[in-house]
């Protein structure tokens, strides 16, 4: 069973960049097939935001309205991924999650997710 698990600071000041990784056990991020994504959820009970994948290939794609602050990395050898949010602002502020799967079928695996702040 593939277990992700998310790291990173809690409290970020605004102008930073954010950086979190998420570690995968249980399988590979190079799986023929499985994409590997970012999503987060803003406090207050909104919706989910999906930000961004990075493919088994290493390829990455980003969500427009993102895509100018957002990267995606990966490290093969440590099995795990990174997201780096550039220029962060207070509504950069929630809890972020990994999640992983088959492209086309949905995330079979998440991370509990991590509280993020944006605070000074």
């Known amino acids: 069973q593939v277990q992700l698990q998310e790291s990173g600071p809690g409290l970020v000041k605004p102008s930073q960049t954010l950086s979190l990784t998420c570690a995968v056990s249980?399988?590979?991020?190079?799986?023929?097939?499985?994409?590997w994504s970012w999503i987060r959820q803003p406090p207050g009970g909104k919706g989910l935001e999906w930000m961004g994948e990075i493919g088994y290939s290493g390829s990455t794609i980003y969500s427009p309205s993102l895509k100018s602050r957002t990267s995606i990395s990966r490290d093969t050898s440590k099995n795990q991924f990174t997201l780096h949010l550039t220029s962060v602002t207070p509504e950069d502020t929630a809890v972020y999650y990994c999640?992983?799967?088959?492209?086309?079928?949905?995330?079979?695996?998440w991370g509990q997710g991590t509280q993020v702040t944006v605070s000074s």
């Open positions: 999640a992983g799967g088959v492209g086309g079928r949905g995330y079979d695996s």
């Open positions: 249980g399988g590979s991020i190079t799986t023929m097939n499985y994409l």
